[in-house]
Structure formats: C-alpha cells, structure tokens
C-alpha cells in the first residue's frame, strides 16, 4: 500500500508540472481558481439548461463554483444520429441555432453544447450521414456562436444503439470488419462536420473507447485485441465495439487545434486516491495501446484525462449503488466524501472536471431537489477542496475505511429487503366489448373489472408515495388492455417532455418476454413507456448485457387529464409482444411504474421494486382467466 502511495505521490507530481504545457493558463474573467490552476469545474445535469435560457440569464450560474454548464439544444435535444427526428422536425432544429447568441456570464467561460447518439441512421447509408453532418455542423456552428469551448459528446444511446455490431441493421449480410471500417470513416466525417461549425473545437466526451476498453484487453496485438473483444460477452462489448473504430475516425481527422477530454464516469463511486490515479494513467498513458500505432502520438498531444464527480450519488441521493452506500455515512461523512472526490478529481484531470448531478440542478433558480436544503454546505465543500488544491496541501482525511463499511452495510440491507419483496400477482379478466381509447375511462367496463391495488415506492426508500396511482388491465384475442389513473394535486407543475421523456412525468410497462425464466434478474423483457403527452419510448432490453433493441410493435394509446390528475388508455398487441397464442391459464410476467415529475420526483411501482424499475426479478403475474 505504501508502495501505492509513492506512485500516486508521484503521478500528482507530474500531472502538476506537465499541465501548463497541455492546457495553458486560463484566460481573463475566469474564477481564481482556475486562473491559479487551470483546472475548471463544469456543471452537468439529467435536466440540462437549454441555450434559450442560459441566453436569457446568463447569471444562472455565478453563485455557485462552476466555471461552465453543458447545455442542450431545445429542439432535437442534439440526438444528432437520431435523422428521423431531424427529418420531421428540420426547420424547427435548424432555426433555433441561428437565433443564437454569446453568453456573457461574469464567470461562467467555459460552456459546451450536447450531442447524443440515440440513432435511427444507417452506418451504410450515405443519405443518413449527408443528414448527420449537417446537424452535426448546424449544432457546432451555435455551439461556436453562443461563445462555448467545443461540444459534448455522449455514446450513451439511451435507446436504439449505434455501436451495437450484432444489432446492425446489415449484420447478417456484413462483417464486424465492414462494419469498424465504416464506423471509422463515419467518425472522420463526424469531426469533420464538427470543425466545419466550429473550427479548433474542444471535444468533451463521457468516457473515451480506448480507456474503457482497456481492462478488458491492452495486447500489443491487433488481431488478439479484436477477438477477444468479439468474444468477450459483457456490457461495455455489447453496448459500444463500434464505438472504438468511430472514435479513431474521429481522431483521425483532428486538427491540431482540437482537444479530446475524457470526462470518465468511472470515478462516480472513488474514495480513494490510488483509483483517481490509475484512471488518470490508463486514459493517458494505457489507452492509447488500443489506437493505430500512427495516430498514439496524436492522442498523447490533443488527449486530455478528466473526470466526474457524482454530486448526487455521494450525498446519498438516488437510487444506485453510489447513493445506497452514502446513505449508509453520516450527513457529515457524505460532505467529506464529495470534498475528498472533488479534491482527487482536480489532482487528477488536465482541465475539466464534471460535477454531475440528477436532482440537484444549480442552474434552476428554485431547485425541488431534496440536496437543495444543504447545497452551503456542499459548496463549502467543494471550496475547501479547491483551497487545499491551491495551496498545495494534502485532502487531510482517507475516505475508503468508511466508504468500505458503508458499502457493505448497504449490501446487507439490499439483501435483507430483497428476500422481503414478495411479487404481486393478478388474475386478468376476458373482455367481449373493449375499451374505447380515447384516455378517458369512463366506458362500462371499468366499473365492471376492478382496478389493481395502489402503486407502492421502492423497497430501498420506503415511505408511502405523495401521490396515487393505479392500474386496470383486461384481454381479448388480440390484445392486453392497461390503462393508468395517476392522480396529481399539482398538475401546473408538472414536467412533461417532448424528448427524452424518461426525464419527466411518465407511466411505464415491463413486460418478460415470452419463453424467458422469470424471478432472473438476467432477463430480456419489453420496456414501454409514454407521457401526458402522449409521446412514446420503446425497446427490448436485455439484463444481461446491458443493451437495447428497437421494438417496432404497433401499440395504441391515448390520454386525457384534468385538475386532479392525468389517464392513459392503452392496448398492446399480443404477436407484437411475441406472443403467437394466448390461452386461459396462462401467465404473463409484468410490472408497471410511474415516474412522477411535479413539485419532486418520485418512482412507483405496482409489484414493488428493490431500487429501480429495470428488476425484471420483481415483475408482478398476470393469469389470464
């Protein structure tokens, strides 16, 4: 351990003396800090401000320690693979860049605009990517006007998943070699429709291919490298092979005036400073054993290691890993968590560091957020972080004995209330007559069949929900019938999205899909999802790996509201959910959830979850009568 110690000491040592070379000092009008140190802390949320606002108060942010915030373009929400949406909705994307105009913040100098990469092109398809540069060059050129460094890239799909080679629209017809090739000649394209709009851009990317592939191979070998990769079943595989060849592509036509940031998301649960270093070297120094031998020198000069700090998940908010584990630390011990990340985070980047957060939002002016009552203090920590930093001295304090315990005090609890769940099961009626869909239920049948019991919070954060909902359910030969009654005493409030609907109000549907074992947490299960407003999500998830398949079945729905709530009315083909026949008896394993986005967030369920809504081991049952 001491041993470990002396290396670390030593990499910060380096980092220090070679960062003025790398980035240079900060420019005029930026915070202290970063004037002292070059290092600059950006604002990141799940909710992002669009440029419109940040335009219109450019102030939003000057009271808290950012130097930047990732915005993200109102209309298209930058899904600049999505090209059915830019086709739809062409006129709308494209205005809105050109009635752009610079922020002028006191403080707030360092800003990115957000592209995602949810896709519906074709990697072959030269129509697609005319398309696709064209936002890409759009979006960089008001990047460029609103006065931002560069753009943010995020390969998360969040849905249907370019990267996936098995799931390619030609992988039958077309080897992964076609396909890396392609993906790389597209990347070299993609960058160049960014520099098109905004020449010498920095790149800000959530993770970088090259380091997160690096633990599952750094052989010297190419041809070792991509078998093991083809052969190595796991999510990181899965989700983004194709992600390697697009982003050599995209290094490939860097122009010296670029620069690639690594944000990396692997730091959200660090507590101690031996892991900050050993990502810091592998996304500098290892990764770069997976590009092409004549572009590694390219990757050391315009590379540069961040990172990010998950404000939420160390202050005990949320529910994954990260947060059930701080919730396990005192309030005291969480603050000393975010100071003591925040602290390795800066001694361990070249120049960005993300603070990122999912219900803390700083760029609100009111924020519902239960952090909001603390946000002094955990701004306090973080200055502290940032005067030990510029005085050059030690954090003070090791996190890992206590983060250690608290971690395995959540894993008892995990387990303790996982043996407790026990899955709710319903027998669903036969209907002659259906519902009309027209989201208003008030056809016969629902007083006729009666509504299932309340939805219930997760297992993990007990309570009773603020607000009611439930479920109705029928069938016929065709179809199975839900519809949502979801009450609300604050529908003015409520947040209803056009993209992205996950982020606000909505109801949700898992369904197993047919001839998969139920109560295994490794299930492939239907995942379909829709808002007030009627706007649609879908997909086939697969535990397993991680990944996600378009699912194309024609379902019907419709909604209605009025001032104590909103209701959808929902049919849902039973071929279309793979089902060939149904017959009386049988059973179908199925859950539904609420994502309510009011005056809080809050998460439901009818057959009660542990900790999210993707446990396909606590779907509820279905027996057709």
Not at 20 to 35: C, H, I, Y
Not at 532 to 537: A, D, G, H, L, T
Not at 599 to 615: C, G, H, M, V
Request: aromatic share 12%; net charge neutral.
């Amino acid at each position: 351990m001491k041993h470990i110690k002396i290396v670390g000491a030593l990499v910060c040592a380096i980092c220090s003396l070679s960062f003025g070379n790398r980035v240079g000092m900060a420019d005029e009008g930026k915070s202290t800090f970063s004037q002292a140190t070059g290092k600059k802390l950006l604002e990141f949320t799940w909710g992002p401000p669009c440029p419109e606002y940040m335009m219109e108060h450019p102030e939003a942010l000057d009271k808290w320690p950012f130097d930047g915030t990732i915005m993200r373009p109102f209309f298209g929400s930058g899904q600049v693979f999505n090209i059915k949406v830019f086709r739809d909705h062409r006129e709308l994307i494209s205005q809105q860049f050109d009635k752009y105009a610079p922020i002028n913040p006191d403080k707030l100098t360092d800003n990115f605009l957000a592209m995602y990469s949810q896709s519906s092109m074709d990697w072959f398809s030269d129509e697609d990517w005319k398309d696709i540069q064209e936002y890409v060059t759009l979006l960089s050129k008001g990047a460029k006007t609103l006065g931002c460094k560069g753009v943010m890239f995020d390969a998360e799909p969040y849905g249907a998943n370019p990267w996936n080679y098995e799931r390619q629209e030609h992988s039958k017809t077309k080897t992964y070699d076609e396909y890396a090739a392609k993906a790389r000649q597209r990347g070299r394209e993609f960058m160049e429709a960014i520099n098109k709009g905004f020449p010498n851009a920095k790149v800000l990317f959530l993770g970088v291919p090259y380091a997160s592939f690096y633990k599952i191979t750094h052989s010297s070998d190419p041809n070792v490298r991509k078998d093991i990769l083809l052969n190595t079943k796991g999510y990181t595989t899965n989700t983004y092979l194709l992600y390697l060849s697009f982003y050599t592509g995209m290094l490939e036509a860097a122009t010296k005036g670029n620069h690639f940031t690594n944000a990396t998301q692997g730091a959200y649960g660090n507590s101690s400073a031996e892991e900050f270093y050993e990502q810091y070297w592998i996304g500098d120094q290892g990764a770069k054993v997976l590009a092409p031998p004549e572009l590694r020198e390219k990757y050391s000069r315009i590379g540069r290691v961040g990172t990010a700090v998950y404000v939420d998940g160390v202050m005990g908010a949320g529910n994954f890993h990260v947060a059930a584990t701080a919730r396990e630390l005192s309030e005291q011990e969480r603050l000393k968590w975010l100071e003591y990340n925040v602290y390795q985070s800066l001694k361990t980047s070249d120049e960005y560091i993300l603070l990122y957060g999912e219900q803390v939002t700083w760029w609100r002016e009111k924020d519902s957020s239960q952090l909001n009552s603390i946000r002094p203090q955990m701004v306090q920590a973080i200055h502290s972080a940032q005067d030990k930093v510029m005085k050059g001295e030690d954090v003070g304090y090791e996190m890992k004995p206590a983060v250690d315990a608290a971690k395995q005090k959540a894993e008892e609890r995990k387990n303790s209330l996982a043996a407790k769940i026990k899955p709710k099961s319903a027998t669903i009626q036969k209907v002659q007559k259906v519902p009309v869909l027209d989201g208003k239920l008030d056809d016969a049948v629902y007083e006729e069949i009666s509504w299932l019991d309340p939805f219930v919070t997760f297992a993990k954060m007990g309570g009773k929900p603020t607000a009611s909902t439930q479920i109705w359910a029928a069938y016929d030969e065709q179809n199975l019938y839900v519809a949502f009654r979801n009450a609300e005493n604050n529908m003015s409030k409520q947040k209803v999205l056009d993209a992205d609907i996950w982020m606000g109000e909505t109801n949700e549907i898992f369904l197993l899909a047919s001839g998969e074992l139920p109560r295994s947490p490794h299930s492939t299960y239907y995942h379909l999802m829709l808002n007030p407003r009627n706007v649609k999500f879908n997909a086939i998830e697969k535990e397993a790996s991680g990944t996600k398949e378009p699912f194309t079945a024609a379902w019907k729905s419709a909604i209605s509201s009025d001032d104590k709530g909103w209701y959808a009315e929902i049919a849902l083909p039973w071929k279309g959910l793979g089902f060939s026949s149904i017959s009386k008896g049988m059973s179908i394993h199925i859950n539904f959830a609420r994502h309510r986005a009011a005056t809080q967030n809050e998460y439901t369920s009818w057959s009660q979850y542990l900790e999210r809504f993707q446990e396909p081991e606590n779907f509820g049952r279905f027996v057709l009568e």
